[in-house]
Structures are given as structure tokens and as C-alpha cells.
């Protein structure tokens, strides 16, 4: 069936009725780099007064959940709490506690990524390397750097996006990834992100560099169509059911597949992101379609109070 346009009242009223949760997306849906989307706000108090659950699920590593509720606020979108977000460094997190043999004890990690893989890693235990550390914004010096040789106490590395990518970090990393031994972990997949009125390389780019230059299998992803944090989101809210949930993203092979794969009982598309109108009639993408579409979320709260 043909995704449905919310571009009437009807519709809009109807599609707000299908569903008492929405899992958003955050990148390309709420905002689009430093730039807050039209009647986002409006649409989420919008939401509020209905009294519809409202949750939020990033591909983002840069920021912990922490660190992403003073974004929400920053932006004028108050009373996120840490545990109504969902960040693909948590799910990171969550992976090498749950599904590695990695010992928080005695393994470190080597971070190639911003403080949020950072900050999720150590509140599960474990010890990192690498990241934010402002060393590595020194030109890279073979002779010099601190970094090399690799440190023996390292075991796997974790991969999310680094919008300070320069060829220190990539250099110490690849030598991380050069070990066969040393498991090799995305946060997501993403290959670009908006960052409006620009697009921008993403962390799926970031990482086929590094997965090509090692000659390593394409890590694990845990960030979204990966189920882990969806798990995580029925874990955390076991009362949810899934099929009045609405997953609402700007990619389809991340945010409208995880929607989908997880048997969410629909999925909004907006066209402020990554996607155009395109994407719905030249279907050579091969994936599934969203059950809805919008040119912006905003358009909710637009048509409903018309
Ligand atoms: O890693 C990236 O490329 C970006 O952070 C990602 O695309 C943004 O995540 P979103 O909030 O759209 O899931
Ligand atoms: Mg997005």
C-alpha cells in the first residue's frame, strides 16, 4: 500500500489516534544540525496534551542520553529525561555488556567517536582509550604520538560518528583494527546526516575507511535497524505495545527498517532529513516503505490545529 501523506486534518487526526507512543528519531526530524525544525516543539507539547508517550531513539553516538536531555533543553524542548532517550552509544553499551565476552575489569576500549561512546562505556564499567582525548588533535607524528604502540590491555574497538576525524585518530585506530583479536564494533551505520542547510558524511562513511584500510568484516551495528535498542525500549517500558507504537525517522534503512523489523504498528517518514519525495516512487532503493509520510513533522501540529 502507498505510504499516506499527512497533509489534511483528517489524516493527520487519524493517524494521531492509530498510536499512544512515537519513538522519534532525532537527526534530520527534530532538528537538523544547530537548527531546530519548524513546530517541533509545538507538535511534541502537541503530543503531550494528548496524552501520547513520546520517546526518542538516535543513531547519534556523540552524545550520551545525559548529554542529550541539556540538547532537547537547549532547543526549547524541556522535561526530556535521560530515560525517555535512547542513543545508539547506550546501545553500544548495552552490546558489550550483554553480547560480548569483553571483561569491564580488564578490557579497555579504544574509542574512535566523541565523549557520548565515552561516557556510555564507563557507566557500564568498562575503561576507555582514544575518543575525546585532546591529544589526538595533534597532527599525526609516527615518532611522537602517544597512542603507539598499541596498548596490549585494549580489546576491542568501538567506531561511532567523529566530527573530529583527522588522520591521528584514523592511524591509531587502524593499528587497533590491524589485530584480529581486537573486537571491531559500529555504534550505527548512517552515511551521511543533515546538518542543514548542508548534508554531511555520517558515521557509516567514518567507518567503511577504517573497515576497508584494516581489511576487517563489517563490524556489528548496534545502532538502529539493529533491534537492540527497540529491546531496549520494551525492556525499559514493558507496558508498550508494539503495535500502537509509531516510528518516526528520516532514513529508511535505519529509522523506517527498525520501525518495521520490530513490528511497530506504523511509521512516519518525514522529508526534513536525508529522504526525498523520490524515495516513495523510485522504489531501486529496494526497502519497505513507511506506512505515513510528511514533509516535516512539523506538518502534525499545523494540519490538527487548522
Ligand atoms: O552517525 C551519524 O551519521 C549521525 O549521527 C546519524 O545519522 C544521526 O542519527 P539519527 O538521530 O538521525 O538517528
Ligand atoms: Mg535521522
Not at 70 to 89: C, L, Y
Not at 188 to 196: E, L, S
Request: negative net charge; glycine residues 8%.
Amino acid at each position: 500500500m502507498s505510504p499516506i501523506k499527512l497533509d489534511d486534518k483528517q489524516t493527520v487526526v487519524e493517524f494521531l489516534n492509530s498510536f499512544d507512543t512515537f519513538l522519534f528519531d532525532c537527526d534530520g526530524v527534530l532538528w537538523s544540525g544547530t537548527h531546530l525544525l519548524p513546530n517541533v516543539i509545538e507538535t511534541l507539547a502537541l503530543l503531550k496534551k494528548l496524552n501520547k508517550k513520546v520517546l526518542f531513539v538516535t543513531n547519534n553516538s556523540t552524545k550520551s542520553r545525559q548529554d542529550y536531555t541539556k540538547k532537547f533543553s537547549n532547543f526549547g524542548i524541556d522535561n526530556v529525561t535521560k530515560e525517555q532517550i535512547f542513543s545508539s552509544s547506550f546501545a553500544t553499551a548495552i552490546y558489550l555488556k550483554n553480547f560480548t565476552n569483553l571483561d569491564p575489569s580488564k578490557d579497555k576500549i579504544w574509542v574512535f567517536g566523541e565523549s557520548g561512546i565515552e561516557k556510555e562505556l564507563q557507566e557500564v564499567g568498562f575503561s576507555t582509550i582514544g575518543g575525546s582525548d585532546a591529544r589526538l588533535d595533534e597532527p599525526w607524528d609516527q615518532q611522537k604520538t602517544p597512542f603507539l604502540p598499541v596498548d596490549p590491555e585494549v580489546k576491542c574497538v568501538v567506531a561511532g560518528l567523529d566530527t573530529k576525524i583527522n588522520f591521528h585518530r584514523l592511524c591509531v585506530t587502524y593499528n587497533y583494527l590491524r589485530d584480529k583479536d581486537v573486537q571491531y564494533v559500529a555504534t550505527n551505520i548512517d552515511t551521511t546526516f543533515p546538518g542543514k542547510p548542508y548534508m554531511q558524511p555520517g558515521c557509516g562513511s567514518m567507518i567503511n575507511l577504517l573497515t576497508t584500510s584494516s581489511g576487517r568484516e563489517e563490524p556489528p551495528n548496534c545502532g538502529k535497524p539493529s533491534q537492540l535498542m527497540l529491546d531496549a525500549v520494551f525492556k525499559a517500558y514493558p507496558e508498550l505495545k508494539r503495535e500502537k507504537c509509531c516510528m518516526v525517522g528520516d532514513r529508511l534503512n535505519t529509522d523506517i527498517k527498525f520501525g518495521i523489523d520490530g513490528k511497530l504498528g506504523g511509521q512516519l517518514l518525514v522529508l526534513s532529513g536525508v529522504e526525498n519525495e523520490s524515495c516513495l516512487t523510485d522504489l531501486s532503493h529496494g526497502f519497505i516503505l513507511p506506512t505515513f509520510y510528511a514533509d516535516k513533522l512539523g506538518d502534525v501540529y499545523e494540519h490538527y490545529t487548522k
